[in-house]
C-alpha cells in the first residue's frame, strides 16, 4: 500500500536551519511529481514547495522562496526539503505528498521555530 513517512523535523531557533525527509513505497516514485505542504494550528494545509519527476523543476509558496530548497533522490525514494532562516510563522507540521496518488497523506512531522 502506499505510504509517505516524513521525519527530521523538532525545535529550533529562528534562523537556525531544519531538513526534512519524506521516505515512499507503494507506487511509482519517479513517475510522479512531489509536494510538501504545512499546516499550522487553526490554519488551513497550504502548499510549500513542489518538484518534478525528474527534479529539474521546482516551484515554492512565496513565503519560502529563497530559504527553502526540495530535493530528491529517486534511487533511495525519498523527498527532501532543506529550509533555512527558519522564522516563527514556520511552525507547522510538515507533510509530503506524491501528485500521482495525492489523497494519502502521511503522518507529518512536526516543526517547531522559536523566536
Known amino acids: 500500500q502506499v505510504q509517505l513517512v516524513e521525519s527530521g523535523g523538532g525545535l529550533v531557533q529562528a534562523g537556525g536551519s531544519l531538513r526534512l525527509s519524506c521516505a515512499v513505497s507503494?507506487?511509482?516514485?519517479?513517475?510522479?511529481?512531489m509536494r510538501w505542504f504545512r499546516q499550522a494550528p487553526g490554519k488551513e494545509r497550504e502548499f510549500v514547495a513542489t518538484?518534478?519527476?525528474?527534479?529539474?523543476?521546482?516551484n515554492y509558496a512565496d513565503s519560502v522562496k529563497g530559504r527553502f530548497t526540495i530535493s530528491r533522490d529517486n534511487a533511495k525514494r525519498t523527498v527532501y526539503v532543506q529550509m533555512n532562516n527558519l522564522k516563527p510563522e514556520d511552525t507547522a507540521v510538515y507533510y509530503c505528498?506524491?501528485?500521482?496518488?495525492?489523497?494519502?497523506w502521511g503522518q507529518g512531522t512536526q516543526v517547531t521555530v522559536s523566536s
Open positions: 507503494g507506487f511509482a516514485f519517479s513517475a510522479s511529481a
Open positions: 505528498n506524491a501528485a500521482i496518488v495525492s489523497q494519502y
Open positions: 518538484i518534478s519527476r525528474d527534479g529539474g523543476t521546482t
